[in-house]
T-cell receptor
Framework: GAVVSQHPSWVICKSGTSVKIECRSLDFQATTMFWYRQFPKQSLMLMATSNEGSKATYEQGVEKDKFLINHASLTLSTLTVTSAHPEDSSFYIC????????WGTGYEQYFGPGTRLTVT | DAKTTQPPSMDCAEGRAANLPCNHSTISGNEYVYWYRQIHSQGPQYIIHGLKNNETNEMASLIITEDRKSSTLILPHATLRDTAVYYCIVRVAYNQGGKLIFGQGTELSVKP
């Protein structure tokens, strides 16, 4: 399958600061990227969908001013957690989708390895 | 969104087949069933997907009932490295965003 990378793999920041997480599709162009969040012992929760060159679509209950998403190119999306607080500590996972893949369903979707954010 | 129901946990002996069930009784005709797995502290890994026919690849087989209201993922010869949380997902229709919405999954423990 295709490769999706995330940077950093883990980050510790102080309360009130902002943190940027990068998601890259390494060997394909991703017209759409997704951001998920996962708390310990819980499932993945979809936060937002971003399409290249347009504004992200946030899921209900996700603060768009707190979680800034930018999808400026077909291979890069960034998630910025602004004014982070301890309750934002979580595992953030991105996913990239490409069209007309080999799956015969019109697109394929791959996940990155995740970024562990700890806010102190 | 079509919901899925999976048992929270299952055990399987190493070398045996692991059969993971999933109910998706509200699935629509154009919605696909996807299976991913997540090994601890990693991103989900794609396993297999299908619409109505049974599917097989190098990792697993997917059996979908004729009425499409349930499916079973089969790992033919489970190994210790197959210990993970397995997610059965009904993918939202493409014209509605095509999102993958994760449920609680089944925690599979493969034991020696």
């Amino acid at each position: 399958g295709a490769v999706v990378s995330q940077h950093p793999s883990w980050v510790i920041c102080k309360s009130g600061t902002s943190v940027k997480i990068e998601c890259r599709s390494l060997d394909f162009q991703a017209t759409t990227m997704f951001w998920y969040r996962q708390f310990p012992k819980q499932s993945l929760m979809l936060m937002a969908t971003s399409n290249e060159g347009s504004k992200a679509t946030y899921e209900q209950g996700v603060e768009k001013d707190k979680f800034l998403i930018n999808h400026a190119s077909l291979t890069l999306s960034t998630l910025t957690v602004t004014s982070a607080h301890p309750e934002d500590s979580s595992f953030y996972i991105c996913s990239a989708r490409r069209l007309a893949g080999v799956w015969g369903t019109g697109y394929e979707q791959y996940f990155g390895p995740g970024t562990r954010l700890t806010v102190t | 969104d079509a919901k899925t129901t999976q048992p929270p946990s299952m055990d399987c002996a190493e070398g045996r087949a692991a059969n993971l069930p999933c109910n998706h009784s509200t699935i629509s005709g154009n919605e696909y069933v996807y299976w991913y797995r997540q090994i601890h502290s990693q991103g989900p890994q794609y396993i297999i997907h299908g619409l109505k026919n049974n599917e097989t690849n190098e990792m697993a087989s997917l059996i979908i009932t004729e009425d499409r209201k349930s499916s079973t993922l089969i790992l033919p010869h489970a190994t210790l490295r197959d210990t993970a949380v397995y997610y059965c997902i009904v993918r939202v229709a493409y014209n509605q965003g095509g999102k993958l919405i994760f449920g609680q999954g089944t925690e599979l423990s493969v034991k020696p």
